[in-house]
């Protein structure tokens, strides 16, 4: 069933419920980087793999004053050494068995570089870190959804692990319509520069998906249903003709191709044009607005939820904020206004119009205000650009 101009958290709902995780695929780690874990990250090995000492200095075995009896390095395995004993040890090296305690540098003096004596109170298991201290083998790690950072690809790394079963990236395309624009220069008369095609895809880069380029489609309607069946992406992203005017052709082409319309419209300024359809192969089609903002609210609409689920990801979260102006929005739409953050204050652009850029290339998010507006003051949603 479609939803016909749901509610803004309608229309966001709808598109992350509608997609599940893409299959589960193998890759060496550092090739997972931004992918999500389809699998929980459980340790292989102990962290650390055996006792190691946390400061350079002695590791020292029973009460002081100690005899040096040699050295240890990171890397070697050292001999065991009984009380009275101590050996000069390197921050990482593995402590030797019969050791109590690490003497830092700094608290130790060395005689003759024979004899070690110290003022500091030396107390068993100090500045020693435990084998298994961090992680013991079959911990859970992580969980299934967890993006992987650099972080996680070390922590891999650490518990013995060489590949990760992550969620397949999705592969995206932009298709953008109109017989209207123009890839380079400045626009003749009744040409306008493309806008859209060309910052599309790196909306998505937090989703780290396969780009499968972009297209621009002449506006008939055989052209854009040729466009949409021949792309081999799991998202066509389009760009212009979600409207009903005589070049609008989006609808038309999806029922060509016997696409299940999930969301169209949404009551939202603006981007209240957008639509969400589904097609008979799994594919999705997100139609955007041709104007710019509206093209990118339709995005953080529609196309954000839907990776988030396709990706095994939660739904972007709604923060808030207080706004720093009054925001005007129609009685039964929300509106979404680029604005730049300062602590826990927004200041929204002046340059909200649906066909602008200059106010959003100056804004770090969208404030989200209720059906009616908002006056400064208030608390309202906000979401991140997503760059």
């Given at each position: 069933m479609t939803l016909h101009e749901p509610s803004w958290d309608d229309a966001r709902a709808s598109a992350f419920a509608i997609a599940s995780p893409l299959e589960p695929t193998d890759m060496p780690i550092h090739a997972a980087l931004g992918l999500t874990l389809a699998e929980a990250l459980v340790a292989r090995s102990r962290v650390p793999g055996f006792d190691t000492s946390m400061m350079d200095g002695w590791a020292v075995s029973g009460a002081g004053p100690w005899t040096i009896t040699g050295s240890v390095l990171a890397g070697s395995v050292p001999a065991p050494i009984e009380s009275g004993e101590a050996v000069l040890i390197a921050t990482g090296a593995p402590v030797p068995?019969?050791?109590t305690a690490v003497l830092r540098?700094?608290?130790?003096?060395?005689?003759?570089?024979?004899?070690?004596?110290?003022?500091?109170?030396?107390?068993?298991?100090?500045?020693?870190?435990?084998?298994?201290?961090e992680a013991s083998i079959g911990d859970e790690l992580l969980p299934v959804g967890t993006v992987v950072t650099p972080p996680v690809v070390g922590l891999a790394a650490l518990v013995g692990i060489d590949t990760l079963r992550v969620t397949r990236p999705a592969s995206i395309e932009a298709l953008v319509m109109g017989d209207e624009i123009v890839t380079s220069g400045i626009p003749a008369a009744g040409k306008v520069r493309d806008a859209l095609g060309v910052q599309l895809r790196a909306w998505a880069a937090d989703f780290t998906c396969a780009d499968n380029g972009i297209r621009y489609v002449e506006d008939t309607l055989q052209a854009t249903i040729a466009a949409i069946a021949g792309s081999t992406a799991d998202v066509v992203f389009t760009t212009g003709g979600t409207a009903r005017g005589p070049v609008d052709h989006i609808h038309h082409a999806l029922e060509a191709l016997d696409a299940e319309l999930v969301v169209d419209e949404v009551r939202v300024r603006p981007g209240h044009p957008m639509l969400l359809a589904k097609l008979p192969d799994g594919r999705f089609v997100i139609g955007l607005p041709g104007n710019p903002l509206a093209a990118i609210t339709g995005y953080m609409t529609l196309g954000a939820p839907l990776l988030a689920g396709l990706t095994g990801r939660a739904l972007p979260?709604?923060?808030?904020c207080i706004t720093a102006a009054d925001?005007?929005?129609?009685p039964s739409d929300r509106r979404l206004i680029p604005a730049r953050r300062t602590g826990d204050t927004a200041i929204p652009t002046q340059f909200w119009g649906s066909a602008m850029l200059r106010g959003v290339a100056q804004s770090d998010c969208v404030l989200v205000t209720e059906p009616g507006g908002a006056r400064a003051g208030n608390r309202v949603g906000v979401l991140p650009l997503p760059w």
């Open positions: 068995a019969g050791a540098r700094e608290w130790g003096e060395a005689v003759d570089d024979r004899h070690l004596r110290t003022a500091h109170e030396v107390h068993d298991r100090m500045d020693i870190r435990f084998a298994g201290d979260a709604i923060e808030t925001i005007e929005a129609p």
